[in-house]
Nanobody
Framework: QVQLVESGGGLVQPGGSLRLSCAAS????????MGWYRQAPGKERELVAT???????NYADSVKGRFTISRDNAKNTVYLQMNSLKPEDTAVYYC??????????????WGQGTQGTVSS
């Protein structure tokens, strides 16, 4: 059983910062890639940023230059540093991990989500 546990959401004023963390635990052979997605009220879930085990990153255009994704491979943990936040960044943020299980199966897992609210 693989679990993703997220933390770091909250309420911040426009222009402020939040740092999200997500730790993968359980019986894991390796983690291929991890990432963050978000879903705002009334909208579909969208990609925010991803990072591979080798450190290759990918960002949505809307967050480039403001958000930074990083990971600690030894801890199977991914981080999202969000700066210069805007009200339109308000959403539930979901952690995602593509995991190789010990039997060789590759499975995508999701966290439970953490709320990030940007408001004055």
């Amino acid at each position: 059983q693989v679990q993703l546990v997220e933390s770091g959401g909250g309420l911040v004023q426009p222009g402020g910062s939040l740092r999200l963390s997500c730790a993968a635990s359980g019986i894991i052979f390796s983690v291929v890639a991890m990432g963050w997605y978000r879903q705002a009220p009334g909208k579909e879930r969208e990609l925010v940023a991803t990072i591979t085990s080798g450190g290759t990153t990918n960002y949505a255009d809307s967050v480039k230059g403001r958000f930074t994704i990083s990971r600690d491979n030894a801890k199977n943990t991914v981080y999202l540093q969000m700066n210069s936040l805007k009200p339109e960044d308000t959403a539930v943020y979901y952690c995602n991990a593509r995991v190789v299980h010990v039997d060789g199966a590759v499975v995508t897992h999701w966290g439970q989500g953490t709320q990030g609210t940007v408001s004055s």
